[in-house]
């Protein structure tokens, strides 16, 4: 069974249990009894049922009918600003039965006889998830913050704490005071815990037996496994062909597909848009997990922390979407950065240059405001083996989440130096061409769609006896990880630098001059 609780992540920590959840009936789909009858509980407030959020996430759910997952409201009546009869006056019941949920009201919350029927009523259910209003008091018992908004936002204060004891019997003068008959039913309680968890190791070890085949697929599957030698495997399939950048990772991603069993993921409805369909991996839906394609439909932030919660229970996931989304769901990848999980945020028609759908949809400081996330790593592929470059970089990046900005339109195949390493694109930053003799006047700085600019541009100025050498800044994140004589020999200072990228430009003057 896992807790999963967020104070004031409005709205996040009901997301992030779904995709706990489904990532528990995914597992058991595969593996089967080291997952049956694994739950979730968790702890939501207020806040979290007010964000629009709680709506994409509880629809995903109870769509899905994920029967392993009990959401336990807090309905205490309290927000910072006061009584939630100010903004909020829904039938928290009747919502969470509209999205196809059990739904219980349980009218005195601090009643352990009546919560423990609630939860057992939980359990009981098959083929939907749970939901139990308890109608709770904040700050109980002390006199005057009792069901008031300084309960919510300011200490108790000596003398309330005080009373508050008294009220429950407890001695108001004993400071971190546990009483005998706590630490009783604790003993007692992980005395029976500890028995069921032996319990549970001998059903392990005894499925490991009769499934001699299956478990070290397990295994892989729980450590997240990527080859070792998956970017050569990508080199070698890589589609050599001018094509848009989408289509050639969602090429390359079928060779990912086969070699990680542990990546699953989809589209907030645009996989046709996004390349990210997995052709072999079947869909997910209503009773239905052993599928590798997710289908969030047009719920991007909800995706976002579905896939958060995905990558706490083993799973790789990844969410696509356009660019211009992100917006939607910047909170989930903030949360993926500071959680640090393995998520890969895929990301299309990453400029001005996507097609028809005209402003609304060009995204023009989206990169850069993902760049400045700490500890998200941003990747802005040039060609094919770039593409199979930040997917390595991605399945090889275990502590934290990655976006991929891909393009809709076509772009050509680079042509790199004689000599050139692919490995050198691993380091997310390295000379494509360099001026003759390597000593440059001048260096071009690209990414993406613009990294052939940068070479034509080369050509022309060398045209006019000037030397250049062109750079690729595929993954400035992963660039700035490596040592200092590596970022000097590519960005050496005291040259002058020009860059070149369908977006903002002013970040770019960071680079060392």
Not at 83 to 98: G, I, M, Q, V
Not at 272 to 299: A, C, Y
Not at 377 to 386: F, G, M, N, Q
């Amino acid at each position: 069974m896992t807790l999963a609780a967020c104070r004031r992540f409005a709205g996040w920590s009901a997301l992030i249990a779904v995709g706990m959840a489904l990532a528990l009936k995914l597992k058991e789909a595969r593996f089967g009894e080291p997952y049956a009858g694994t739950r979730v509980f968790c702890l939501a407030s207020d806040g979290d049922l007010m964000e629009g959020i709680s709506a994409e996430a509880s629809s995903i759910a109870g769509h899905l009918r994920l029967d392993n997952l009990v959401l336990i409201y807090d309905d205490n009546h309290i927000t910072i600003e006061g009584d939630t009869d100010l903004t909020y006056s829904d039938d928290a019941c009747k919502r969470y039965e509209s999205y196809g949920w059990f739904a219980q009201f349980v009218d005195d919350g601090h009643d352990h006889a009546k919560v423990r029927a609630a939860i057992d009523r939980a359990l009981a259910q098959k083929d939907r998830p749970s939901f139990i209003r308890a109608r709770t008091h904040i700050g109980k018992g002390a006199p005057t913050k009792h069901d008031t908004k300084e309960a919510h936002g300011e200490p108790l204060g000596k003398d309330e704490v005080a009373a508050a004891k008294k009220a429950m019997g407890w001695d108001p003068n004993r400071q971190f005071y546990v009483p005998p008959e706590v630490y009783a039913l604790f003993k007692e309680r992980a005395a029976e815990l500890a028995a069921e968890h032996d319990a549970w190791n001998a059903r392990l070890k005894a499925w490991r037996t009769a499934h001699s085949d299956l478990a070290p697929k397990l295994d892989a599957f729980e450590r997240k496994l990527v080859p070792e030698n998956l970017y050569d495997e990508l080199l070698k399939s890589l589609p050599d062909k001018d094509d848009s950048t989408r289509n050639l990772s969602g090429a390359l991603e079928q060779i990912v597909a086969r070699l990680v069993p542990s990546l699953i993921g989809g589209s907030a409805d645009l996989a046709g848009s996004t390349k990210t369909l997995m052709k072999d991996g079947g869909s997910v839906g209503r009773g239905e997990f052993r599928g590798r394609n997710m289908h969030f439909g047009i719920r991007e932030h909800g995706m976002g922390a579905i896939c958060n919660g995905m990558a706490l229970t083993g799973i790789i996931p990844f969410g696509a979407t356009f660019l211009i989304f992100s917006d939607y769901m910047r909170p989930s990848v903030r949360l993926s950065a500071l959680m640090e999980q393995q998520c890969l945020w895929i990301y299309t028609h990453d400029s001005v240059f996507l097609g028809e759908d005209g402003p609304t949809h060009q995204s023009i400081e989206q990169l850069w405001a993902l760049r400045l996330i700490p500890h998200l790593y941003v990747a802005r592929p040039a060609d094919a083996l770039e593409c199979a470059a930040a997917w390595a970089i991605a399945l090889g990046r275990k502590d934290g989440p990655i976006a991929f900005a891909l393009t809709r339109q076509k772009v050509p195949k680079i042509v790199r130096d004689e000599g050139f390493s692919p490995k050198d694109a691993l380091r997310g930053a390295y000379v494509v061409q360099d001026a003759p003799g390597g000593k440059p006047d001048a260096i071009v700085v690209a990414t993406g769609s613009e990294l052939h600019l940068a070479v034509g541009a080369k050509a022309k100025l060398e045209g006019q006896g000037k030397r250049v050498r062109v750079v690729s800044a595929l993954c400035l994140e992963a660039f700035a990880k490596q040592d200092e004589a590596y970022r000097e020999r590519v960005l050496p200072k005291g040259v002058r630098k020009a860059s070149i990228e369908a977006g903002r430009t002013l970040p770019w003057r960071s680079l060392p001059s």
